[in-house]
């Protein structure tokens, strides 16, 4: 299992399948599957039935999950996409870099 790339939070771009070219904030990563949902993106639609939590039933629109390998994370800098290295910092913490800009993308 590698560990990913992107991070919740993280503002992707889609680079390939049919939401190539959209961009999104990402809600969850599911690193057991190598996978990531992004906001409103990749849309499916569930048939629900009633529950106790949701009263109504029917057809219901939700995020479905998207390959890592299809994202890749925007650069602070210059809004494109970019590719993402590591740099351990002088106090010895790890932070990911963009690879275009040498921008630092983790927050201290």
């Given at each position: ?24 904030r ?26 106790q ?25 210059s ?30």
């Amino acid at each position: 299992m590698a560990i990913a790339h992107v991070r919740k939070g993280d503002t992707v771009v889609v680079v390939a399948g049919k939401e190539r070219g959209k961009r999104g904030r990402v809600l969850r990563v599911i690193p057991d599957k190598n996978r990531v949902v992004v906001e409103r993106i990749n849309m499916i639609k569930k048939h629900q039935r009633p529950t106790q939590k949701l009263r109504q039933g029917g057809i219901i629109e939700r995020e479905g999950a998207i390959h890592l390998s299809n994202v890749m994370l925007v650069d602070p800098t210059s809004s494109k996409p970019t590719r993402i290295g590591m740099r351990a910092l002088s106090d010895g913490k790890k932070v990911r870099v963009a690879r275009k800009s040498g921008e630092i993308i983790d927050k201290a």
